[in-house]
Nanobody
Framework: QVQLVESGGGLVQAGDSLRLSCAAS????????MGWFRQAPGKEREFVAG????????RYADSVKGRFTASRDNAKNTVYLQMSSLKPEDTADYYC??????????????????WGQGTQVTVSS
């Protein structure tokens, strides 16, 4: 399995931007569909964004569409989540996940086989 480590979380104000990174080791990320999920206190973990193995396809939750952008650099074995116009309701622990798929972008947690430990994002009003 691929090992994933997220970074870039922090405390920001509403309207600010933040970029999360997810660095992989153990396997080449170029064969994985990558997803970003988040989990707020007391809530289920939910899909935020996903990107196909070659970066050609992306998919976003309605709540973040137009504000968040998923990207990847397979040469660096790293994926990113650029978050703009952050809102207090974006406050959550953010996780990256990997699924063995070349041409799909999954939104279901069950289809992801490897997960990072998460990074916390707090947006103050």
């Amino acid at each position: 399995q691929v090992q994933l480590v997220e970074s870039g979380g922090g405390l920001v104000q509403a309207g600010d931007s933040l970029r999360l990174s997810c660095a992989a080791s153990g396997r080449a990320l170029s064969r994985y569909n990558m997803g970003w999920f988040r989990q707020a206190p007391g809530k289920e973990r939910e899909f935020v964004a996903g990107i196909s193995a070659n970066g050609a396809l992306t998919r976003y939750a309605d709540s973040v569409k137009g504000r968040f952008t998923a990207s990847r650099d397979n040469a660096k074995n790293t994926v990113y989540l650029q978050m703009s116009s952050l809102k207090p309701e974006d406050t959550a622990d953010y996780y990256c996940a990997a699924a063995s798929a070349l041409y799909s972008v999954y939104a279901s947690r069950a289809q992801y086989e490897s997960w990072g430990q998460g990074t916390q994002v707090t947006v103050s009003s």
